[in-house]
């Protein structure tokens, strides 16, 4: 089985690399998976379920990154063992081009193999089951890149607003305030501001 696809992600080249090599991010990306821990230098140990056609399973397998290019491009080589259900190997190529300053073309191409029952399915659902869990991943993928890009942007201008805020609050503080009556007032006013 081959797949091949190119997206187009909405930011940098850096930054698309770098949520490549985030777990939590992955983790969070890929359609039925439960976990993804370091397993040695540049390999991962991966747990995730998933239903081909009528078969439904738990794999786990191992992941290892090979052919580093930072922050253009790598390999990654897979195998997974489903139990009764079988097992899938492979290797995906994955390749990040700038498009501009905030979009990154990712293309890559995989291929892979199955056997047991999954096998015996056929590859058209085989092959159809990959391109859904793909396509998901891409979806989730984006999502992410762009909530993050959000959150960057919201957090810088909130930053500013609180900044700006928290000026305005002490040139208004009238000097006859008492200490604690005027620390109180502060600190409800900062309250305040941080709930808006």
């Known amino acids: 089985m081959e797949l091949s696809e190119t997206h187009t992600l909405p930011v940098s080249q850096q930054r698309a690399w770098e949520a490549l090599n985030d777990t939590s991010i992955l983790r969070a990306c890929i359609p039925g ?3 993804i821990e370091p397993d040695g230098e540049n390999a991962y140990a991966v747990a995730m379920s998933a239903a081909v056609g009528p ?3 738990r794999f786990k397998g191992r992941m290892l990154l090979t052919d580093i290019d930072a922050p253009r491009t ?3 080589v897979f195998e997974g063992q ?5 097992f899938g190997k492979g290797n995906a190529r994955v390749t990040l081009e700038p498009e501009n300053d905030d979009a990154t073309r990712l ?3 995989a291929t892979a193999q199955v ?3 999954l ?3 056929g590859s058209r659902l085989v092959d159809g089951a990959a391109r859904k869990i793909a396509g998901e991943f891409f979806k989730r993928f984006g999502e992410q890149l762009s909530g993050q890009q959000a959150d ?3 957090g810088a201008s909130s930053a500013g607003s609180a900044m700006s805020a928290q000026n305005t609050e002490l040139d208004q503080t009238p000097d006859s305030e008492s200490g604690d009556e005027g620390t109180k007032r502060k600190k409800s006013w900062t309250a305040w501001i941080s709930k808006s």
Do not use: H, L, M, P
């Open 107 to 109: 293309t890559y191409v």
């Open 115 to 117: 056997g047991g029952k």
């Open 152 to 154: 960057d942007a919201n």
């Open 55 to 57: 078969v439904k399973a």
């Open 33 to 35: 998976c439960e976990s």
């Open 119 to 121: 096998a015996q399915i």
């Open 74 to 76: 790598y390999t990654i």
């Open 82 to 86: 489903g139990g009764a259900a079988g």
